[in-house]
């Protein structure tokens, strides 16, 4: 992901990527997101739904330990930080939810572009692209 798309979603939610400045002893979130710019829109989704539910509906916060694109599909690796909670266990599964739901749409989603016409898996190195940007043409 650009470098200026990748910073919108540091600042936007610093909570959620507080492990970007961590050594890569900690985490790998370290080296950044790694996909393309195509599902900038699909994380940032997940993150203001993953945030609210944090700040209104008192859900434990969510942080990222690693974002990347693995066999054409997004990869939301995180950590929850929970207290003993009586509701533990229905919010994390909300949580784990919203992130499983995100990655499936990723499938359907042009890593590229960030179009939803005519997208497809490639073979070899697997990657999810749209027909225009699989001829090159955007």
């Given amino acids: 992901m650009k470098k200026e798309l990748q910073d919108k ?12 400045d961590l050594p890569m002893s900690e985490t790998c979130m370290c080296w950044g997101i790694a996909c393309g710019d195509g599902w900038y829109t699909l994380i940032d989704n997940l993150c203001f739904s993953l945030q609210f539910d944090t700040d209104r509906n008192n859900y434990p916060q969510v942080e990222a330990r690693q974002v990347k694109e693995k066999f054409g599909g997004l990869c ?6 929970a207290s003993q909670d009586p509701d533990r266990s229905r919010k994390c599964g909300a949580i784990e939810g919203m992130i499983d739901f995100a990655e499936l749409m990723s499938s359907s989603i ?3 572009c960030g179009s939803n016409q005519d997208v497809s898996q490639t073979s070899g190195w697997i990657k999810t692209v749209c027909k225009n940007c699989l001829k090159g043409e955007k």
């Avoid at 979603?9 to 970007?20: A, D, G, N, S």
């Avoid at 939301?76 to 930080?81: E, L, R, V």
């Fill in 76 to 81: 939301f690796y995180y950590q929850i930080n």
């Fill in 9 to 20: 979603l540091f600042k936007k939610y610093p909570k959620i990527f507080r492990q970007k």
């Fill in 110 to 112: 042009c890593e590229e």
